[in-house]
Each structure stands twice: as structure tokens, then as C-alpha cells.
């Protein structure tokens, strides 16, 4: 199994460019999440999904947006990058059935904005 | 709010044990993990404590105690390859969704 899938690995972006983080699991896991990890912090919840066609904003929503269309995929958008966007860019994934089962994360996308 | 806290940075000794703490202020409690993060790559699941008390796999062990809001990863006989970030991540139970609040990390580093 390929687990999480996160595409691309790197990209670098003009402020105001826009783009899309691709994020595809193969495990059939109803819960999917987008972080955001900055130099030296933890993790910080961006959008959540606990199923297709439901998605909640986490703790830092604001220049983002997602969609859930399909179990597997959970889509990042951000529509006016900005040089505070940069970050590395963690998608994950659980069944959510049951609160012991951990969270499988991705490789991580590196994102820079100048 | 959430507060999670961790140690910043430890240093410890090849072969040696080293004890991480994580101490955690969370409005709900639906359990704790530990996960492990080589620079550059994702993280990757420890152990899990919900109950009060000692998990152990391994060379690693996880100890949790909800009255004092306390936890701790308990890693023996390190190995060089342990250097890495060491994330404590609470589930609050805030609105479902299965959602973590993640400390910083503890980076450890292991030397010969």
C-alpha cells in the first residue's frame, strides 16, 4: 500500500500566485487532515475531514481552503499565497472509528513563497 | 485553548536511557501519542496511552497521568538513529473529528 500520497514535494510560489497540494490515501480511512509545520514548532491543524463532502476548519483556517469530493482525496487550496504561507505542509489520515487509531501522515510538501 | 509543553532540546549518551516529558492543559482528555520525526520527513506513530499507566514496546515505553496532566517517553538502550523530534500530540475532544494539538517537539540528539 502506498498509505498517504502528497504531491508535489517542493514548489516555490510568487506572492499572489495560487495552487493546489494534492493529498491521496489508499487505506479506505474516513478522517483526513491538513497541517502546517513551521521551522522548530509543532503541528498546526489547518482543515479536517471526517468523510466525503464534510470538511471543518482547525486552528489555522485562514488563507486556505479544502473540498472532499472522494474518500481518497483531500485537496489544499491557497488562492493568494503569501510569504507567511511558507511552510512545510502535512496531509494525514485515520480511520476515526475508534480514538487509539493514530494518524498516518504523508512525506510533506515544502512550500516557499517570494 | 490547549497548551501542550515539552522540552526543547535534550542531549543524551549512546546506549543510555533518556525520559521526555510532555505536560498538557487541554479543555477534554480522549487520549495522548507520541510520534518520532527524522529532520526532513513526516512523522510517524510511537505509542497511544489513554489509561493511566505504563505502555511499553520495546525500547520504548509511554507513561500517562491525567490527574496531573503528565506524560512521558521513556527511550532505552538509545541507538543513533533515535536523534530525532519527539512530538507529544493530545486529543481534546473538541468537536470530534479525532483532532490532535500537537507540543513543539523535543529534538534529541544522541551522541557517542
Known amino acids: 500500500n502506498a498509505g498517504v500520497t502528497q504531491t508535489p514535494k517542493f514548489r516555490i510560489l510568487k506572492i499572489g500566485q495560487s495552487m493546489t497540494l494534492q493529498c491521496a490515501q489508499d487505506m479506505n480511512h474516513n478522517y483526513m487532515y491538513w497541517y502546517r509545520q513551521d521551522p522548530g514548532m509543532g503541528l498546526k491543524l489547518i482543515y479536517y475531514?471526517?468523510?466525503?463532502?464534510?470538511?471543518d476548519k482547525g486552528e489555522v483556517p485562514n488563507g486556505y481552503n479544502v473540498s472532499r469530493s472522494t474518500t481518497e482525496d483531500f485537496p489544499l487550496r491557497l488562492e493568494l499565497a503569501a510569504p507567511s504561507q511558507t511552510s512545510v505542509y502535512f496531509c494525514?489520515?485515520?480511520?476515526?472509528?475508534?480514538?487509539?487509531?493514530?494518524?498516518?501522515f504523508g512525506d510533506g510538501t515544502r512550500l516557499s513563497i517570494l | 485553548g490547549q497548551n501542550i509543553d515539552q522540552p526543547t532540546e535534550m542531549t543524551a549518551t549512546e546506549g543510555a536511557i533518556v525520559q521526555i516529558n510532555c505536560t498538557y492543559q487541554t479543555s477534554g482528555f480522549n487520549g495522548l501519542f507520541w510520534y518520532q520525526q527524522h529532520a526532513g520527513e513526516a512523522p510517524t506513530f510511537l505509542s497511544y496511552n489513554v489509561l493511566d499507566g505504563l505502555e511499553e514496546k520495546g525500547r520504548f515505553s509511554s507513561f500517562l497521568s491525567r490527574s496531573k496532566g503528565y506524560s512521558y517517553l521513556l527511550l532505552k538502550e538509545l541507538q543513533m538513529k533515535d536523534s530525532a523530534s519527539y512530538l507529544c500530540a493530545v486529543d481534546p475532544f473538541t468537536g470530534g473529528g479525532n483532532k490532535l494539538t500537537f507540543g513543539t517537539g523535543t529534538q534529541l540528539k544522541v551522541e557517542l
Open positions: 494525514a489520515s485515520t480511520q476515526g472509528m475508534e480514538q487509539n487509531q493514530p494518524q498516518h
Open positions: 475531514s471526517v468523510g466525503a463532502g464534510i470538511t
